[in-house]
C-alpha cells in the first residue's frame, strides 16, 4: 500500500510538502489548494509506464491526465534548473520502500520531463537495501550492492539483471503504478450507444467513463464475479454485470441495467431507473445514473493491489444517494483496494463516518485530510472517534451550513 507522498516544487507545491495515505483516502478543502494535484502525482507515473515500461520521461499528457508542458507543472516561484521531486512511500506489515524521483526539464521536449535520478531505499525481512539510478550525459548508471554499470531503463524503476532477487520481488509486489483505475469529475454521461472497445492488458472504465459500457459486456460474457463482501445482493448471481445492477438499486432506490453488442463496432447499453422490465436508453434515465456507473463498475472490477481514484462522486447525485456511494466506495477497500476520493460534499464525508459506526470499514483504515486555503501551510488530518464523531472542526471544513444557519436564524 502507498503510505505516504512527498512533493516538491510541483504545480502549488514549493516547499517540500509531506501527505499520509491509508486504505480509503478522503480529500476535502479549499478549491486550488493541491487536492487534484496530489492525484495527479500518481496518474503521471501511471500514464507514463503505460506509454511505455521503459521510459526516462514523466509523460504530462495521455488517457488519463492532460497538463500541458514543464511551464504547466513546475510550481511558479521554482527556478527552471531546479528538480521537481516525487518521493512516493510504500509499506506492507514491517516492510517498506521509499521511492525518490527527481526529474528536470527535458530541452528537447517542453511536453515531458526527464528523470533525472532515482533512488530506492527500503528494508525486506530485516534486509536494508539501497539502490541509486542517475543520469550521466545520455547513459543511466545503476549503482546496487556497489556495482556501478550502464543500463536500459526499465519500468521506472531499475535493471532487474543488477539486483536483489528477493528485493526486487518485494518491489514489483508493491510498485505497479499502471495498475490505477481513475474515474474523473469530467465524465462523459449518457450516450445513445459506445463504439466498441477492444480490451488489453489492465481493463479499466476509462477516466471519462468511455469505456464503461465496454467493460461491462466483457464481464457478462466471461461471467466475471465480485467478492461475497462487495456484493449488494446476496441472493442474486456475483457477477459484475449483475452486481452492478444491485448497486444502482441500493444506491437509487431502484435501477436495471445491461448491455449488449448490437453490431461489431457498437456497444448498446439500457437501463430503467425503477426495477420493471422495460428498458430505455440512458438519455431517458437521469444523469446520476451514467456519473455513478463508472464508479460503480470500477469497485467491482478493481482487485487487491490495486488503487481506484474517484472525483466528486457526488455529481448528479441525491444526498441519499451520495451517502450509499461513500460506503460502497468503503467497501471496495475491504477488498485490499486503495481507494483516494476527492470531494466537496459533507454528505460523502458522512457517508463514510457511517461506515466506520456500521464496522464497514475500521476507523484507522480511514484517512480525511483537509485541505487549507494556504498551500504552503501543513495540510489537516482530521481525527475520527471508532463512532464516526468529529471532535475537531478547523475553520472551513464543511462548516457553510453552521455559517448560513447562524446567518439565517441567529443561532
Known sequence: MLSQLQLKNFKCFR?????????????????????????QALL???????????????????RSIELGNFDDIKNIHTPKTESIEFIYTFSRSNDHVELYYRFKANEEDNMSASIDSVNIKGEYE???FRVSISKRKDLYYLN???KDVPMHWQNLIFSERECSDKFL????????FERIHYVSANRIGPQDFYPRQSTFGFPTVGARGEFTANILLLSKKKQQKVPEFLAAAPEASHTVLEQTEAWLQKIFNGGRIDVKDVEANIVIMQMNSENASNMFKPLNIGFGYSYALPIIVSGLIAREGEILIVENPEAHLHPYAQSQIAKFLAQVSRNGVQVFVESHSDHILNGLRVAVLD???NVNDLNILYFQRNADLDIIKIPIEADGAITHWPPGFFDQTDKDFERLFGV
Open 15 to 39: 516547499n517540500l510538502t509531506t501527505v499520509p495515505f491509508n486504505s480509503i483516502n478522503l480529500f476535502t478543502g479549499i478549491n486550488g489548494r493541491g487536492k487534484s494535484t496530489i492525484l
Open 44 to 62: 503521471l507515473m501511471r500514464q507514463s509506464v503505460e506509454i511505455s515500461h521503459e521510459t526516462s520521461r514523466l509523460t504530462f499528457n495521455g
Open 126 to 128: 530485516n534486509q536494508v
Open 144 to 146: 546496487c550492492d556497489d
Open 169 to 176: 520481488k518485494f518491489i514489483h509486489g508493491l510498485v505497479e
Open 359 to 361: 464496522k464497514i470499514i
